[in-house]
């Protein structure tokens, strides 16, 4: 059944009047890590190196330009990944080690995995693999060069012939497990995070990524070996250049083995949800030079009389880098009672409108969104709701 997005939205909207019961299964709770029987594995340099650049930095490098590169050597490859989707910190629930990462995560389910493609990286044989993130190594799936397998991304992108490329997924069940037919939002969620979190990493050594939605859904499953109604890829992220792409004809993709396959089963009892299926086969095709008809804030439904300056932020503390963001964040309901601070609003709605105006990974789809938020307790500001326009500030 074909299904549109604004239909699978309505179709998984909470409503007062239809509100489903059930609590949750926790014998059946999905594993959050991905494991391959009999598989090998390459360790990857423990030692970090954490450039001092912080995160306002990176957004500004985004809007300038940075430099472009065609791959990472392998201990800056290991500080990226560590720093997309490292684990960061350790604490115990119910009665078992938890361990933080670094991105967030709907429900803390982590529906999302990353693959490399390594197509001509120093100390890395060329081949396609997955991070494991509990391990910190890369696990070998595929050995040959398949850079041009899933066929060329936007036309709006300049890619220095693929030499190394990031490929992000979701595994639906865990997600549905808590969420049920809504999950197909949280994997999407959890994916953006972790997208974001990998460009920003790949910014730390000046290197500017693109994201590509658009790719051969068929052969991307093919190329991973996962079976559909478990796992699916859902970003496709090259390292960009200056030169144009050079044209190959991708060796044939043969299929893996079943135990590839199986290991996106992530329970002893997995429920297939028809809706999240219907909605990713919807969404795996995109039309031919298809374009938003129009920013999403002229469509939001508001009526706009009058725009104020967004307030600027003062300098920037010495020492807020990147990396020590990253290795310092949690998930917390920590809902404080008090007003928030003039300059502490100033300096979060900067780094709002800078991520939102600088991202250049995403074309052509940069106007498909609308930003905004609801002000109450905020020094200085009149409770209501507010709209950004981060390109005009």
Not at 312 to 340: C, D
Request: glycine share 8%.
């Amino acid at each position: 059944m074909q299904q549109t997005a604004s239909g699978y939205h309505h179709l998984t909207s909470y409503e007062r009047d239809r509100m489903q019961g059930g609590g949750l299964d926790w014998t059946n709770l999905p594993h959050t890590y991905k494991f391959y029987e009999g598989h090998n594995s390459i360790p990857l340099p423990r030692e970090f190196e954490f450039p001092k650049i912080s995160l306002r930095s990176l957004y500004a490098c985004q809007i300038e330009g940075a430099t472009c590169a065609e791959s990472l050597a392998a201990v800056q490859l290991s500080t990226v990944l560590f720093l997309a989707y490292g684990l960061t910190a350790r604490r115990q629930a119910i009665g078992e080690d938890f361990f933080f990462r670094s991105v967030p995560s709907a429900g803390a389910l982590y529906p999302a995995e990353i693959y490399v493609g390594a197509w001509n990286m120093e100390g890395v044989p060329t081949g396609l693999y997955h991070f494991d993130t509990t391990r910190h190594v890369l696990v070998p799936l595929r050995s040959g060069d398949f850079r041009h397998t899933l066929g060329p991304i936007s036309n709006d992108i300049p890619i220095s012939d693929k030499s190394l490329t990031f490929y992000v997924s979701g595994i639906f069940f865990r997600s549905s497990w808590k969420y049920r037919k809504r999950a197909y939002r949280y994997v999407l969620l959890d994916a953006g995070h972790l997208i974001e979190n990998l460009v920003l990493a790949l910014g730390v050594y000046r290197l500017t990524p693109a994201v590509s939605l658009d790719f051969n859904d068929e052969e991307a499953l093919l190329l991973m070996g996962f079976d559909p109604a478990k796992e699916v890829c859902l970003a496709e992220i090259p390292l960009t250049g200056k030169e144009a792409p050079t044209k190959r004809k991708p060796p044939p993709l043969s299929p893996l083995g079943p135990e590839v396959a199986d290991a996106s089963i992530v329970s002893a009892r997995e429920t297939t949800f028809p809706e999240i299926l219907d909605i990713h086969i919807s969404s795996s095709t995109i039309r031919l030079g298809a374009r938003p008809q129009g920013p999403m804030m002229d469509a939001f439904g508001i009526k706009i009389s009058s725009w104020d300056s967004l307030p600027q932020p003062k300098a920037e503390a010495a020492g807020s880098t990147f990396a020590q963001s990253v290795l310092n964040r949690r998930s917390h309901r920590n809902f404080i009672p008090m007003e928030l601070k003039k300059e502490v609003f100033a300096s979060l709605i900067d780094l709002v409108a800078s991520a939102a105006a600088g991202h250049r990974a995403l074309p052509p789809y940069e106007g498909v969104l609308a930003c905004g938020f609801f002000a109450n307790t905020v020094e200085g500001l009149v409770p209501g709701f507010y709209l950004i326009d981060a390109e005009h500030r």
